[in-house]
């Protein structure tokens, strides 16, 4: 088949991409360099067989809130099972905050910090889609909702900067809140981090954090899926390393990238004007992540039994106990009491694993290509908040920093986001403009979490360069996705 666009990648956002072009009538072909569609979303057998483990994300608080998987109907499309509790923060053994899907009882469970907790969130709550669509776009534009995003803002302003303590008066509120920031990788307090927190937080309360029937690697599939009944084409165990390899067997009006900001200077340079590839070079990579798996003989023994209903967990211990460790871990160091972050998708999930069993996911944060196993890190971590963790682990899969970024060249260093997420960069991915996916050199975008809006999977940096190219190259409009059976 004879191409006329190629997509680089077939993580989430060149799957979202593919899906956009062919459903535009064009002829589409997907070159991945592994042997497997996916990338952020793929699901294997890690540990032990039938126990299904997610490599990268588990728990996908987009799927319901981003525009494409809106457009693109997923929820029709697989089985997503929000479930009650959001996520859970733990703050010690006993104590833990609850974040449940409605914001009023888990108000009520923060004694005299719940109506703070209240005021921070119920307006973010009620204009959640004006927040969505600041926040899943980029930022060089006007927003649809103003007084939505100006409530967005100033609350980010407010978590992120030195006063941050000045709205809460005990533990567990402002521990919730720094949890859920703590998803992205950075200082806390920040503004990156912030951000994060105030978007995550209203959509746990908005709609709730759903997990895949089956595992991440649903959404990869359905969007296989759809592409392949549009006439696309996935060639599969074959890396690019240079443009010409694409040009060699078709010569496309349009070659979209789902690679990292460094990836495109490696892959296009010879393409791309010494200016550009110089404001790539200055783009910046954060610290990583270490990724525990465990096969489980049964239930974590949760010392807080509340522990065990959430899918979602935060072991971070205090405000000041997660600011300290990100603060170590940007340092260069290994926190003694690091923030794990940890998923028990089989308890929403039984096909996860054999009848009985469980699984549990876990990251920590370490510093950039850091090749430190951090198995005994976490199996500690764990066990402060549910003793005897250990009996109950049949096997374990890890993978280091350095390995993630040998396994995915987009995580650099193990940098999951494809590039840091500060304050300069939300603006500057990787470059300074109104069509941040579109390159200087002619047919060419870039279409990973190296654009705006950054790392999640939501497909939305696929899609909106797909709508670029489309647009530029084709004089296409972009295409209806909606599902028909």
């Known amino acids: 088949m004879k191409a006329d666009a190629v997509v680089v990648g077939a993580g989430p956002n060149g799957l979202a991409a593919a899906v956009t072009l062919a459903r535009a009538g064009l002829k589409v072909r997907v070159i991945e360099g592994a042997q497997t569609v996916g990338g952020g979303a ?24 981003s525009p494409f998987f809106r457009a693109f109907e997923l929820e029709k499309r697989i089985e997503l099972r929000v479930p009650e509790i959001s996520y859970a923060h733990a703050v010690d053994a006993a104590t833990a905050g609850i974040a449940y899907r409605s914001l009023a ?19 973010l709550v009620e204009r959640v889609d004006g927040i969505t669509d600041l926040t899943m776009h980029q930022l060089l534009r006007t927003p649809r909702d103003l007084l939505g995003s100006l409530l ?90 240079d443009l010409a390899d694409v040009r060699d067997v078709s010569r496309p009006g349009a070659i979209l990238l789902d690679l990292s ?35 489980l003989s049964g239930p974590v023994p949760w010392t807080n039994p ?34 794990v972050l940890a998923c028990q998708p089989s308890t929403l999930d039984s096909g996860r694993a054999p009848s009985g069993n469980q699984i549990l996911w876990t990251y920590t944060h370490v510093p950039a290509g850091s090749s430190v196993d951090s198995t005994e890190t976490i199996i500690r971590r764990v066990e402060q908040f549910a003793p005897g963790f250990r009996d109950v682990i049949l096997a374990t899969h890890s993978i280091t920093a350095h390995q993630y970024s040998a396994y995915n060249p987009n995580y650099v260093g193990g940098d999951f986001s494809a590039g840091a997420l500060s304050a300069r960069q939300l ?36 899609w909106y360069a797909a709508q670029s190219a489309l647009k530029r190259e084709f004089g296409l409009p972009s295409p209806e996705l909606t599902y028909r059976t």
């Open 105 to 123: 009882r888990t108000a009520e469970d923060l004694g005299p910090d719940g109506k703070r907790y209240l005021r921070l969130f119920q307006p």
């Open 427 to 462: 603006l500057k991915r990787p470059v300074i403009s109104s069509d941040p996916w579109r390159t200087p050199a002619k047919g060419i975008y870039l279409c990973s979490s190296s654009t705006p809006p950054g790392p999640s999977v939501h497909g939305l940096c696929g």
């Open 152 to 241: 967005y803002a100033a609350r980010t302003l407010e978590q992120g900067g030195p006063w941050w303590n000045a709205r809460f008066k005990g533990d567990i509120a402002p521990a919730m809140v720094t949890g859920v920031g703590a998803h992205c990788i950075g200082s806390l307090p920040g503004l990156a981090t912030s951000g994060t927190a105030m978007l995550l937080g209203a959509l746990a309360h908005a709609g709730g954090w759903p997990v895949p029937v089956g595992g991440s690697q649903s959404i990869a599939n359905a969007m296989t899926e759809d592409l392949l009944n549009h006439g696309g084409e996935i060639v599969l165990g074959s890396p690019i390393t």
């Open 42 to 65: 793929r699901t294997e057998e890690l540990t032990l067989p039938g126990f299904r483990h997610d490599v990268c994300s588990a728990v996908h608080p987009m799927a319901l809130a």
């Open 306 to 339: 509340a522990l065990g209903a959430a899918p979602t967990l935060h072991l971070g211990g205090s405000r000041a106990e997660m600011s300290r460790a990100e603060a170590e871990v940007a340092s260069g160091r290994y926190p003694r009491q690091p923030f």
């Open 261 to 295: 900001a460094a990836g495109l200077a490696q892959v296009a340079g010879a393409d791309l004007p010494t200016s550009y590839l110089r404001k790539l070079a200055s783009f910046r990579y954060g610290n990583a992540v270490s990724k525990v798996d465990f096969a």
